[in-house]
Each structure stands twice: as structure tokens, then as C-alpha cells.
């Protein structure tokens, strides 16, 4: 039975903290503790949780704010859960941080907090919602009203995490997808298949890859366990068709070969995509390159505030997806709810955050994108692009007047079919050094003696972009930089970027959570300077006085 957490609003006459000498207790509030009780504990809104728990009369649920609480701590500092656990029992901070005030209050037990992980995730499946994220949006707003933090300024990037997965090669995760299928046989079959599984069920698939050496013997052994995967799928369909190992080695044997006829053959590296299976124990995880470097795992992507006049900047959305998924596409489906949510009206980032999805959504949105890189290649110098054209536009980006380099200024007229087209003055283009040296995009036609320039609304969008850019480029100034250092602290928890996790739902969680502390540690860091400065004001102002009275 669900019931709220509100013994930590009334606090012991007797108790741990109270014991401390004053000196102490005031270190205790002013530590992180302290503001990660006042800034994020306070601020949990418990009731969202209630749907996890029955409402039929039972025993009271352990606390949601102290579980959550816990998920945070776990994730900001990088602890396991045993370590959780000890610091929880024994850390007067830790206790502190989470509105208990005495080591002898809130004891539960460490499958408590498995069962909360297991709700969260089911509640997940079920119904398409993540409470995790949605508790850390809502205490990122009441921050973000408390410190008046300004959002109409953002900055967004991604990184690339990797899950708690071992990194296995073709071969061998199609051996131990052959393993653990023989495993679920009975005795007698794997016993009738002994001819086909037994050069495959003798050791580990590690200690089977180990003994084969270049790439034509992998060739073959590959080929081999082709056949092998093709004929326990056609005779083991009826009676094992519904389980999970069953299910994962028909999606390797599709992703990994082609059936023509009776023929087995296996794919080439080139045509397999990068959603291929990566893991028989993370199967949302995905294969990304980057540059030089390989990925297995998933992609975070962190939206972060950079208002100038800010004293402390938030992240305010974070986003976990399999790393397949382009940063564009993250950009477009975070915008909606970071515009209802905090109003943003500019958005610094990268060359990657651009597309025509990207642009719909941004248009859509009223939120001007500014990027630090353009995709595809640079203009030709001596060709006038369109972005060196000027528009004005609609609140939802359509071109309503076009300016040409040399000042002419035309309707953006809709074109037959579609997009638009502009038809420029013949008189005053016959004038035009560019035209003159043919560097221009218009044409005058053969019947209309009118200089026509067609152009789509994607390449408007292109073009705006292409001018936010360089604009941005003469001031000198890269709002976006900082959001590394945010990218940085969100993952440093976690050594070499390697979530102690799997799975895309328990991933987006820990990340989530690491969020939040990181925010908190900005938090601190802006109060800690400001009540420096303060205290250093009052004691200036005291000696003051102290000699205006001599």
C-alpha cells in the first residue's frame, strides 16, 4: 500500500544529528548532504510513484523519495549497491542527505530496493512512461524557479555510453547463442543432437573462438554454425518457438545470413546493420562508429541551459536511445517538451543536430537552432549559395520575402507543385555583377523575361542554418563548448564511459540519475561562492564600522 514520506518534516527532539556539537551540525546542513536534502529529497513528488503500489489495505510501502534518493546517490558517486547499502546503514551524511536524522531510523532490507527497480521497469513496458525521468524533470523545474535560472538560452550534445556487456565477436556470439539454446533442451535431445551441437557445447564460446585463427577458418566456421542455427530453428519450432533463446538465435541466424533455398550463406560485414544483435544479455543495445573508434551501447544526449546571465547552469533534459539513432533525431523529439516545459527559444549545438525532421520539429517549435558545424560540404566559392540570400519569415519558418545579394527584395511565391519560387526584376538583374559573371541561382525564362529562383523549404531551412552558423562563427564566441564539462560529469562516475548496468530502461535511469547529482554539485558550488562572497561583504561592512566608531 502506497503512503507518503513525511516524517522528515518533523524532526527528532533526540537523534544523531542532534548530538553533534553546532559547529559540526552547521558543516552537516552546508554539505552536500544538506543541499542534496533541500535542493532534491524536499522536492520529489511522491504521489507519481503511487500507481507502483496496491491500494488495497497492506503494509506500508519503504519511502519513494528514500528510494529514489538512493538510485541517485548510487548513480552520482558510482557506488555498487553493496556499497549503497553500507553507506546508507552507516553514513550520518548519507542518512542525512535522504531526512533521517538517526542511524536506528528507516532500516530495510537491499531487495527492497530490487523490487522498486523491478516496478519501475514494468510500469515501463507497460504503459511507455519513465517515472525516473519524470521525477527529474519536475525537480529541475522547481530548481529552476527557485534559483531563477533563465531557459530561453540552451546548449544540447550527445556522448556514447557503453553497457555492462561483454565484447564479443561474430563467432562467438553465435556460439553461445547455440549454448544456451542446447542448454534448455531435455536430456534426450541434446543427446539426438550430440552430432551437430557437440564441437560447440564442449567449453565456453571464448575458449571455442580461441582455436580459430585467420579469417578463412572464421569464414568456415561461421558457415558451419549457419547450418547448425538453420536446422535447430526448423525442427525446434514447435516446442521452443515461444522462448526467449529460441527467439534470440532465429534473430541472429536473420541478421547474420542468408537462406537461398538450402544454402546457408553468410552476410558480409558491409550488410549488416548496426541494430544487429550485440549481446545475448542486452539486446537494445546497438554498434555505432565514430571516426576511428567503435561503440557497443547506447547514446545519452544532455540539454543544458547557457544563459549568460545565469549564475548556475541546469541540465534539463536527458535522453537515452541505442546509439544507432542520429543526434537529429533525439533533437526533434526532445524539442516539444523542452519548449512547454522551459520556454527555449535558442538552441546551441553541434553539426549533427541538423535535418529536415530536425528543422520541422524546430520551425514547429519556434526555436532557432545555432550550430557550431554544417553537415556535407561548403559551398562553391564562386557560385552564390542561398544562404547568402536574406528572408523574412512566418512564426513556423515559411518564406514570405526573399533579398538577393545585390538588395533586390520579392515575394516567396508557391510554387506549381512545390516549394516556392521567386521572380526578380529583369531590369535591375541585367545590372547585377553577379549575374553578369553568371554566379547567380536565377535565370531569366524563355516566355517570362522575369529572373525565377526555385528553391524548397528544406533548403530554406538549410540556408538559415547555414547563416545562424556563420554569423556565429564572426562573434568568436561557442556557447555550446561548456556543455562538455556538463557531458563530463554526467559520465564520470562511471569509468571509461561502461555502465555497471544493461538495458536500454535501467541505462536511461543510472544516466538520468547522474544528471540530477550533477546538477546538485552546481548547485553547491554556486551557493558555497555565494555565500563566501557574502560573509566577505559582512565582515567588510563590520570593519567598516568598527572604524567609523574609533
Given amino acids: 500500500m502506497y503512503k507518503a514520506n513525511k516524517k522528515h518534516q518533523q524532526p527528532l527532539l533526540i537523534s544523531n544529528v542532534n548530538d553533534l556539537p553546532e559547529e559540526q551540525r552547521q558543516r552537516l546542513e552546508d554539505s552536500w548532504a544538506g543541499i542534496f536534502y533541500r535542493e532534491y529529497f524536499c522536492r520529489i513528488q511522491e504521489d507519481r510513484f503511487a500507481v507502483l503500489y496496491a491500494d488495497v489495505p497492506s503494509r506500508p510501502n519503504t519511502p519513494v523519495n528514500v528510494l529514489l534518493g538512493l538510485e541517485t546517490l548510487k548513480a552520482g558517486h558510482g557506488w555498487s549497491d553493496e556499497e549503497l547499502y553500507d553507506h546508507f546503514s552507516f553514513d550520518l551524511q548519507v542518512r542525512y542527505a535522504l531526512g533521517y536524522a538517526d542511524l536506528r531510523e528507516g532500516r530495510f532490507e537491499l531487495r ?215 543526434d537529429a533525431d533525439l533533437l526533434a523529439q526532445a524539442l516539444p517538451d523542452l519548449k512547454k516545459r522551459t520556454g527555449i527559444e535558442t538552441l546551441y549545438a553541434d553539426g549533427g543536430y541538423g535535418s529536415p525532421a530536425a528543422d520541422e520539429q524546430l520551425n514547429e517549435q519556434q526555436v532557432e537552432l545555432i550550430q557550431t558545424g554544417i553537415r556535407g560540404k561548403a559551398p562553391a566559392a564562386d557560385k552564390l549559395s542561398l544562404s547568402q540570400f536574406q528572408f523574412t519569415t512566418t512564426d513556423k519558418g515559411k518564406p514570405i520575402t526573399i533579398t538577393c545579394p545585390y538588395g533586390q527584395e520579392v515575394l516567396a511565391e508557391p510554387g506549381r507543385t512545390t516549394g516556392y519560387i521567386a521572380r526578380f526584376d529583369p531590369r535591375i538583374c541585367q545590372t547585377c555583377p553577379f549575374a553578369l559573371q553568371e554566379h547567380c541561382r536565377a535565370r531569366a525564362g524563355k516566355k517570362d523575361p522575369a529572373f525565377k529562383l526555385s528553391f524548397t523549404q528544406q533548403e530554406v531551412n538549410w540556408a538559415r542554418r547555414r547563416q545562424r552558423f556563420e554569423s556565429s562563427r564572426q562573434t568568436g564566441k561557442n556557447p555550446r563548448a561548456a556543455v562538455e564539462a556538463a557531458i563530463r560529469a554526467v559520465k564520470h562516475p562511471f569509468p571509461a564511459g561502461k555502465l555497471p548496468v544493461r538495458g536500454l530502461f535501467r541505462a536511461n535511469c543510472l544516466v538520468i540519475a547522474s544528471a540530477a547529482m550533477a546538477n546538485l554539485r552546481s548547485i553547491r558550488r554556486f551557493q558555497v561562492t555565494f555565500f563566501a562572497a557574502f560573509r566577505q561583504a559582512v565582515r567588510g561592512f563590520s570593519h567598516e564600522l568598527s572604524c567609523f566608531s574609533c
Avoid at 128 to 152: H, M, P, R, S, Y
Fill in 112 to 326: 527492497t530496493l530490487y523490487n522498486f527497480r523491478r516496478r519501475l521497469s514494468q510500469y515501463n513496458q507497460e504503459h511507455g512512461v519513465n517515472l525516473v525521468a519524470q521525477a527529474f524533470e519536475d525537480i529541475t523545474d522547481q530548481q529552476i524557479v527557485a534559483l531563477k535560472v533563465q531557459t530561453g538560452i540552451q546548449r544540447m550534445d550527445s556522448t556514447q555510453i557503453a553497457s555492462n556487456i561483454l565484447d564479443m565477436s561474430r563467432l562467438q556470439l553465435l556460439v553461445e547463442s547455440l549454448q544456451r539454446m542446447h542448454r534448455l533442451l531435455s536430456e534426450a535431445e541434446q543427446h539426438s543432437y550430440q552430432e551437430w551441437l557437440g564441437a560447440y557445447v564442449g567449453g565456453t564460446s571464448g575458449q571455442y573462438v580461441y582455436r580459430v585463427k585467420g579469417k578463412e577458418a572464421t569464414l568456415t566456421h561461421t558457415q558451419q554454425v549457419g547450418q547448425v542455427m538453420h536446422r535447430l530453428l526448423s525442427e525446434l519450432k514447435e516446442r521452443y518457438g515461444t522462448t526467449p533463446a529460441y527467439q534470440t538465435l532465429e534473430r541472429l541466424f536473420r541478421e547474420n545470413f542468408d537462406l537461398r533455398e538450402e544454402d546457408v550463406l553468410v552476410k558480409p560485414n558491409d550488410q549488416i546493420s548496426a541494430g544487429c544483435l550485440q549481446s545475448l544479455d542486452d539486446q537494445e543495445a546497438t554498434f555505432r562508429c565514430k571516426g576511428p573508434a567503435e561503440f557497443k551501447g547506447y547514446v545519452a544526449n544532455v540539454t543544458q541551459t547557457c544563459d549568460p546571465h545565469n549564475t548556475v547552469q541546469l541540465i534539463t533534459k536527458v535522453q537515452v536511445a541505442p546509439n544507432n539513432v542520429d
